[in-house]
């Protein structure tokens, strides 16, 4: 389970070098992860309050399209402003999904210990 984060972030940090390459900007890198932070914690921080509001299919369905619409906008990488608008939407639905997976992940073993407390008790 730990090798799938690893080569997702490897692979994050070779796209991020290859855009400062094509821009012949170092900077941009500062900029690009600085975006990408910022955005996470935001979309992070919206899910704790939306969670209850709206179905949990519906945020990772439209989380995962928006990871997508910011992958197609790096068609435009050579241009530095659509390419921060890219990773600021990218941090954005990477923050809403994984702390949507945390949250189902942490009500899916409280449902295991309660059944199996209530089993051991009978």
Known sequence: MTLVPLLFLGGFNLVIINISELQESSAIKGWIYTAEGFAFMT??????????????????????????????????ADQPVLTIVSFLIFGFS?????RLLRQSSKRGCQRISMAASSRSET
């Open 43 to 76: 979309g992070a921080f919206l899910i704790k309050r939306i969670s209850h509001k709206y179905s949990p299919y519906k945020i990772l369905f439209s989380s995962s399209m928006l990871i997508g619409f910011s992958q197609l906008m790096l068609y435009f």
């Open 94 to 98: 990477v923050g809403v999904f994984s």
